[in-house]
């Protein structure tokens, strides 16, 4: 299984931008879904973009889409967050995760659908 850690998070304005970055152990990174969630104090993890291992395949929920871009280097093991425009509401734990995939063109947008997690990193946008 792969390790997963992330990193780039911080303390932003709001309107500001932040890169996060989740770096992964092993030689089947390039056949991974990588996924991206957040969770604020009190709240449930939720899903916030995704990428296939082909990286042609993306998908975001309504709150981050047009502000965050999900994208990936498969010869550096290593999958990002551009986060544009952030919000208060954006604040929160980030965390990558992994998940095995037979195809090229699948993603996924639930928690139960992946098997490797990282620590998290700590988003915090001020007003």
């Known amino acids: 299984q792969a390790q997963l850690v992330e990193s780039g998070g911080g303390l932003v304005q709001a309107g500001g931008s932040l890169r996060l970055s989740c770096a992964a152990s092993?030689?089947?990174?390039?056949?991974?879904?990588m996924g991206w969630f957040r969770q604020a104090p009190g709240k449930e993890r939720e899903f916030v973009a995704t990428?296939?291992?082909?990286?042609?395949?993306?998908y975001y929920p309504d709150s981050v889409k047009g502000r965050f871009t999900i994208s990936r280097d498969n010869a550096k093991n290593t999958v990002y967050l551009q986060m544009n425009s952030l919000k208060p509401e954006d604040t929160a734990v980030y965390y990558c995760?992994?998940?095995?995939?037979?195809?090229?063109?699948?993603?996924?947008?639930?928690?139960?659908?992946?098997?490797?997690w990282g620590q998290g990193t700590q988003v915090t946008v001020s007003s």
């Open positions: 990428i296939s291992w082909s990286g042609f395949v993306k």
């Open positions: 995760a992994a998940a095995e995939s037979s195809s090229g063109s699948n993603f996924y947008t639930s928690t139960y659908e992946y098997h490797n």
């Open positions: 092993g030689r089947t990174f390039s056949s991974y879904v």
